[in-house]
Every structure is written in structure tokens, then in C-alpha cells.
């Protein structure tokens, strides 16, 4: 007996947004109702689903009353504001954002990695931040076969992490320069295109940016290994669409990159593009748009006798952000976790 | 008695060549007469220097004689050519291509580093490689108060690396892009406007390209220091002019990072830039057309006690390779080393 469910998109025009829409089109997802919510900007824009032009709402208490699922991507504060009154009147939400991320009671979920947290929710389950999605489902596989140890990342980030508006100033920046004419920068805090930065997320006082440590921390819940020691080094390339991560892995043991290559070749989530012969590896031009992580130039740490060096492109956009989300829902409407959640969140 | 010399610049046109071009003028090099050497294509035109228009000789045998200095800049197979006949005519070749910087009659140099290789030259110096370059005037200051045991290294690549015709070719590509064309390919095997890509140079058994193998053998040549172990990642990214990299270290002992703070930043051919509060670190716009390697984002690893994360960022082409190789020239005439050297490589 095929149910259908009551969907609210917060967050409805933003780039995450509109690929939620496009998902929940194209992997035919069971719904009833559809209620496109955004701030008041963006009121009275009308979104194409199925054929029908539905019009944006603006994101109140009101306009989440009778939802089974709340897709969030309006950002923290948003969340953090609707997110407990969804949970309240009745909702399921799953959070892009990194309000609740962090909180003990709040699933933090890849259904590759860890499907059984969801089980556990309380209302709210979280959607991991996208670089930390994308390094997950790459080195989880490993994980399972020999533990990781440590972890030391360096990530090329696209635009796109900072939404639709960074990837039109990127365009716009290039356009500037090519005519000799001075970058303006407004999403950034500084030129980015023919240009890259370290991270502009607020440091810490150990000098780790939020991104980076949310890499971090992110990576340890959701493995439930507080053990595995991770280091991130991130920064802001001017690519439009898919990040990518340059990863140092270290094992208690030689993990061996044939057999490295193996298991990630059959890895859910993942796909494997290497051909040496040609020098063709992962590229973000090849990923975006893809749902798979691309890894590739898997090789033996010579530095180091337990070492594994990998390489990965992930669209950060999709598996990143939209389809993860999506893929919870499926997950809860699979398992029959939808109805009747109550919030506790201490957070 | 100051004394002037004749010099020869193997690949003037070039990227590079023409900086070797700006940095004699500039710097004051002491030069006697002047001689453009480039390829075929190339014959005919004139470059600037000094208020006289320099005609281009075509790179042969015969340009080579009574030249006390040729800065070689056209590759490795011409160098392999060249070179030898240049030492035989009496000249020391300091080369800036691959072809001899691991034969161990040739001293591999950074002047801030390892001056003292040059006395033991038998006509031809060779200058590192960039990457190499700008990794290692960061790293050698520490690796001399606590001996550096591991370098975790991911490099962010401009097009300058592959000379003119790559910055060119990634201008025209981004112009396509944003008229919604498609990008054409000439130089590198990928779009790389907008893109990323690992370093296209042959890869070997292990899977590191030759771009990664140079920052681990002349890194240890440079350092003379056989132990240290080097693991590097090295892309390609859109960006004009100036490498970046994110450098992992690990010694035997902690190393904190306000003694690497303050080491770096007096550290001669390095500029540190950090400003933590306004989350300002080095960008490639900011290291281009500056002599010094920038660095900044010094922090303690918190993946491992002994570990060390900082960020750079160079001009390849200045001290990456032309103003490396001038450096190497004044430190030849400063010990009186320029006359009298003849050949014996082996390789």
C-alpha cells in the first residue's frame, strides 16, 4: 500500500533548493502536497514541478501546518527558528543546514554510511555538510575493512558552496578580468575567479575554519569513531559546480591500493574514473550533475608505510546536499518513520 | 673593479625568458652584452631591454660563443642539447629545466637554502623546479631548528606553470564558457577554466607524476637530506599566475606554531601574511609579481602531536624560476665563479 507524503521545501529558490525540487521530479518520489517555501524575496515566484507552476510561499509557522517532511535549506538561523515549530506540528525535518548537526539527539546521516542512525531521530535528522559528505562515502568503505587511523584533507571548493549568487559572481568576476576591468566582489570577501583563498568560514583559536571542522567533527559522528584523528586544509577554488578533495589516509597497516581500488569500485555512492594510461582522473567538470563520487589516482603513500593517497570529485550541490537529503526521505518513507515524530532537542 | 658579463637567455620569448629579461633590467645585473635565443618561430622579433631593441637569434651552436652566463629556459630537451655545448664553449648554464637537476655533478639551488652547492659546479647549476621552490623556502627554515620527518603536500597549480600559450588558453576558455560555448583544448589535455584536473605529467609505477616525484627528489637534494619522506598531491586549477600549497608536517617533536610564526617571519625570500581577524592569508593575486613566497595559516595539526599545517602561495614564474635563476647568477659573480668552468656531466 503505497502512501504519499506532504513536502515542504524551505529554502525553495536557492541553488540546494531547486535541485531538491528537480530530485524529488525525477526520482519520483511519493508526493501528496508541495509547498514551496522561501524568504519574502522570493514570494510570488511560481517553480515548475511535474508540469504544474507552483507558487512560492513565504516561510512562516503557518505554511509548515499539515507537512510530513520538511527539506531545509534556508540556513541556520532559519532552521534553527522553523525547524523545532515544524517538529512540533508534526513534520519530519531533514536540515542542510548546521544547526543541529552537532547535537547529541540529531541523526547526522549518509544512508551509504550509517542508515540505522536515522532510527533514532527525534524530529530533526541532520544532512552532513557537503565536503564532509563527499570524503565519507569514499573513505568509509576502507574504514570498514581496515580502521582508519587519520585523516589529512586539502579540499578545492567550488562556488557553488556558497549558493546561486556566488556562482553568478564568479561568472561576473571572470567577465570583469577578461576585459581588464576590476573584479567586484560581494558574496566573496575577495576576488575568486583566476584567483583561490583559504576557506572565509570564522576560525577558531587553533586557526581551523568552521568548514574545516566540520570535516572534522561531522566525520567522527557519523563513522561513530571518536578515535580517528582528521586534519582539513580548505579553500575556495573558482570552479562553479563540484568540490574536490585531495585525501592522505593513514591505517595502522599497509592498505594496499589494489585492494583499495577493489572496494571502491563496488562502494555504493562511489565511482572509480581512473585510466592512467590516458592521465584521466576525477574532475569537477565530470562530476557535476553526477549523483556518484568520483575517486580516482588511489596510489601507496610513499611517505609513509601505512599511508593511501586518494583523489576525489563529488558534486557538492547533489550528493553534497540535495540528493543526501532525498535519499533520508526515501530512507524514512522505506522504513515507515515519516508519521508521528515529537521534539526534544536540547540544542 | 666591478666587472660586466656577457649573458644569454635560451628561450626568450617565453614566460619565463621574459621575465629572466625584466629581472636583469631591474635587478642591475651587470651586463655586458646581452644575447635572445629562442626557437625558429620566435627569430626576428625584439624584446626590450634597457631602452635597446633586442633582435631574437635562433638558438644554435654558434650563439653559444663567448658567453660567460646562459640562463636556459626552453625546455628540457634543448638544455640536453645546448647545455653541454654552452659549458664546452666556457659558459655556465643555469638551467631552469628538468634535464639535469638529478645528475650528481649538477648542484640543484636556491640560493636561500643551499648557496654553498654552487662551488662545486662543473658548468651547469640547475634550478629547481616551482613547486619545489616555494616549498622549500618555507620548510628550510624550520627543517634547520627541528628536523622535518614527513611533508604531506597538495599543490593548487596556475596555467603559468605551462607556460604563455596555458595562461592564454585558459582566458579563451573561459570566454567560451561564458558565452555557452565549449571550451576548446590545445595545451592542457582538459578545459581548465572553471575546472581543476591533476598535474597531466607522466605518472609513474606508483602513480605520482613527474611534477610530484620533483618536489620529492629535489626537495631531498636540495636539503641534502636523504631521510626526510615526501608525499605530494599536485592539480592544476584556474588560476593565472602563482602556485599555492597546503603543507603538512610532521616532525619529532612538537613543533608550536608561534615558534614557526615567528621563524617564518624573518625568514629570508618568505613574507608572512596573516591576519586572523579579517581572515586574510595568502592568495595567488597577492603573491603575483612579488619576489617573496607568502605564507600564513600556520597552526598546530590537530590530527597529530607532532604536526604542523601552513599555506603558501609564490609566483612561479618570479621566484619559482627566473628570479631563482638571476639569484643563482649574482651569487656566481658575488664568489667570483662566473670564467673557467668546463664539463663533465654524466648523465
Redesign the interface.
Known amino acids: 500500500m503505497a502512501k504519499n507524503y506532504n513536502i515542504a521545501i524551505l529554502g525553495a529558490t536557492g541553488a540546494v533548493g531547486k535541485e531538491l525540487l528537480e530530485l524529488l521530479d525525477s526520482r519520483d518520489f511519493p508526493v501528496a502536497d508541495l509547498r514551496l517555501l522561501a524568504s519574502n524575496r522570493s514570494v510570488g515566484e511560481r517553480l515548475s514541478f511535474k508540469g504544474a507552476n507552483i507558487l512560492v510561499e513565504e516561510a512562516s509557522d503557518h505554511a509548515l501546518s499539515n507537512v510530513d517532511i520538511v527539506l531545509a535549506s534556508a540556513g541556520s538561523s532559519i532552521s534553527k527558528t522553523l525547524g523545532p515549530i515544524a517538529v512540533e506540528k508534526g513534520a519530519i525535518v531533514i536540515d542542510n543546514s548546521s544547526a543541529f548537526r552537532m547535537s547529541p539527539e540529531v541523526p547526522l546521516v549518509i544512508p551509504e554510511v550509517n542508515p540505522n542512525a536515522i532510527t533514532k531521530h527525534q524530529g530533526i535528522i541532520a544532512n552532513p555538510n557537503c565536503t564532509t559528505i563527499l570524503m565519507a562515502l569514499v573513505v568509509w568503505p576502507l574504514h570498514q575493512v581496515q580502521q582508519v587511523k587519520?585523516?589529512?584533507a586539502?579540499t578545492?571548493q567550488s562556488a557553488s558552496g556558497a549558493g546561486a549568487k556566488a556562482i553568478a559572481e564568479?561568472?561576473t568576476q571572470?567577465?570583469e578580468i577578461?576585459e581588464g576591468r576590476k573584479p567586484t566582489t560581494e558574496v566573496f570577501?575577495?576576488?575568486l575567479?583566476?584567483?583561490?583563498?583559504?576557506h572565509?568560514s570564522?576560525?577558531n583559536d587553533?586557526?581551523?575554519?568552521e568548514e574545516e571542522m566540520k570535516m572534522?567533527n561531522e566525520t567522527r559522528k557519523i563513522f561513530n569513531d571518536s578515535n580517528i584523528?582528521?586534519?582539513a586544509?580548505c579553500?575556495r577554488?573558482?570552479?562553479?559546480r563540484a568540490h574536490?578533495e585531495?585525501i592522505?589516509l593513514e591505517f595502522n597497516e599497509p592498505f594496499f591500493?589494489d585492494k583499495a581500488r577493489e572496494i571502491l569500485s563496488r562502494a555504493p555512492g562511489v565511482k572509480l574514473v581512473e585510466d592512467?594510461q590516458a592521465?584521466?582522473?576525477p574532475?569537477?567538470?565530470a562530476a557535476s550533475g553526477e549523483n556518484d563520487v568520483l575517486v580516482g589516482?588511489?596510489?601507496?603513500?610513499?611517505?609513509?608505510p601505512c599511508?593511501l593517497?586518494l583523489?576525489l570529485c563529488g558534486d557538492q550541490i547533489r550528493k553534497g546536499a540535495a540528493l543526501n537529503a532525498i535519499q533520508i526521505s526515501e530512507l524514512l518513507v522505506e522504513r515507515q518513520l515519516v508519521k508521528g515524530a515529537k521534539l526534544s532537542i536540547s540544542s
Open positions: 587519520r585523516i589529512v586539502a578545492y564568479v561568472k571572470a567577465q577578461l570577501p575577495y576576488p575567479a583566476f584567483n583561490l583563498f583559504p572565509n570564522p576560525l587553533f586557526g581551523y575554519c572534522v584523528r582528521i586534519s586544509t579553500v577554488v573558482p570552479v562553479l574536490s585531495a592522505n591500493s592512467w592521465n584521466h582522473f574532475m569537477p567538470i589516482r588511489i596510489r601507496q603513500d610513499i611517505s609513509h599511508g593517497e583523489w
